[in-house]
């Protein structure tokens, strides 16, 4: 930790831009996504934006008086007011979940200048997370999984595709971008297992039901088209022989959740549903973070809410006594 009694260091120097900067590199160094690096950035752009606003351009001037503050203003913000990737349909005030999301990107950018000496004050103590509503995601029912798996016809290339990228979503939990990385090399089919870089490029094993093991052995074997160079390894290819991208599998499903009128349908709720349902089916809690890639058991303890949630609505379908008196 530097010398916080420095004074031959120009404070004026310290801007939030050269300093969102710095943070920025740091997040690099320790190898964070791209996806994350992304999230600091556009967090720390609009912090920036609120404190000119206030006519605050020195990290110096920052108090725990003006982070409140910006903390009421992002609860009165609009979903996706002045930054972000999407305009949205109509004015909705913004998430409480998403206002602790900005603000835990800020504190985790305050919590880095104080280490490394570019602040003198500790706001760790002092500047809490707003509290998040927590909701009860309703997860895909085995009704909608059977619809989604039995749309496509597995004697055709797309499809045969898609289906297995369906069945890694919903019985393997992988993430997206964790999708899209899959290589050729990756696939370990008559093992029963799949090699998943996640976050941080950190790879795990993941399990794969008998199911998708078939659909990959078609794909591979029967229906994949040669990539349109050699250098592409991807194990998903599109219709033109690339690669397949984030944007390719949220079209696909975007398409699919019109067809089938499940309009909820996203990548994260195949996750979620994965996740849940391996509770409920009595998955423990360890192992479920070893297949999920997350690194403390802290994140998949959500989860375990989360079935909890949905064995209760099970036991109101299941309960006996409901049962025996409407029977009457």
């Given at each position: 930790m530097l010398n916080r009694s420095i004074s031959n260091i120009n404070r004026e120097e310290f801007t939030m831009e050269k300093l969102t900067n710095d943070f920025l590199v740091y997040q690099q160094y320790k190898n964070n996504s791209p996806a994350t690096i992304v999230y600091y950035r556009v967090t720390l752009e609009m912090f920036d934006r609120y404190l000119k606003e206030q006519g605050i351009t020195l990290i110096d001037d920052v108090n725990i008086n003006i982070l409140r503050s910006y903390v009421l203003y992002l609860k009165n913000r609009t979903c996706h007011e002045n930054n972000t990737f999407s305009k949205?349909?109509?004015?909705?005030?913004?998430?409480?979940?998403?206002?602790?999301?900005?603000?835990?990107?800020?504190?985790?950018?305050?919590?880095?200048?104080?280490?490394?000496?570019?602040?003198?004050?500790?706001?760790?103590?002092?500047?809490?997370?707003?509290?998040?509503?927590?909701?009860?995601?309703?997860?895909?029912?085995?009704?909608?999984?059977?619809?989604?798996?039995?749309?496509?016809?597995?004697?055709?290339?797309?499809?045969?595709?898609?289906?297995?990228?369906?069945?890694?979503?919903?019985?393997?939990?992988?993430?997206?971008?964790?999708?899209?990385?899959?290589?050729?090399?990756?696939?370990?089919?008559?093992?029963?297992?799949?090699?998943?870089?996640?976050?941080?490029?950190?790879?795990?094993?993941?399990?794969?039901?008998?199911?998708?093991?078939?659909?990959?052995?078609?794909?591979?074997?029967?229906?994949?088209?040669?990539?349109?160079?050699?250098?592409?390894?991807?194990?998903?290819?599109?219709?033109?022989?690339?690669?397949?991208?984030?944007?390719?599998?949220?079209?696909?499903?975007?398409?699919?959740?019109?067809?089938?009128?499940?309009?909820?349908?996203?990548?994260?709720?195949?996750?979620?549903?994965?996740?849940?349902k391996y509770l409920l089916g009595g998955g423990n809690l360890f192992t479920l973070q070893q297949i999920l890639g997350h690194t403390s058991l802290e994140m998949v303890r959500n989860y375990s809410h989360l079935a909890a949630s949905h064995a209760t609505v099970q036991h109101r379908q299941l309960s006996p006594i409901d049962n025996l008196m409407m029977n009457k």
């Open positions: 949205p349909k109509k004015k909705e005030i913004i998430l409480s979940k998403s206002v602790q999301t900005y603000t835990r990107a800020v504190k985790c950018f305050l919590n880095y200048l104080y280490g490394e000496g570019y602040i003198q004050t500790d706001f760790n103590a002092t500047f809490k997370l707003p509290k998040a509503t927590k909701r009860v995601i309703e997860i895909l029912s085995d009704e909608e999984i059977k619809k989604i798996l039995n749309h496509y016809n597995l004697d055709n290339e797309m499809d045969c595709r898609n289906y297995i990228i369906m069945s890694l979503t919903i019985d393997s939990g992988l993430r997206l971008s964790e999708l899209v990385r899959l290589e050729v090399n990756d696939i370990c089919i008559e093992q029963g297992f799949i090699k998943v870089s996640g976050k941080g490029d950190k790879e795990r094993i993941v399990p794969i039901d008998v199911y998708s093991q078939k659909a990959m052995l078609k794909y591979i074997n029967f229906l994949r088209s040669e990539p349109i160079s050699p250098n592409i390894k991807s194990f998903f290819l599109c219709i033109d022989k690339t690669g397949i991208t984030q944007d390719t599998v949220k079209m696909m499903l975007k398409r699919l959740a019109n067809v089938l009128n499940i309009p909820r349908l996203h990548p994260h709720l195949c996750r979620h549903t994965f996740a849940t």
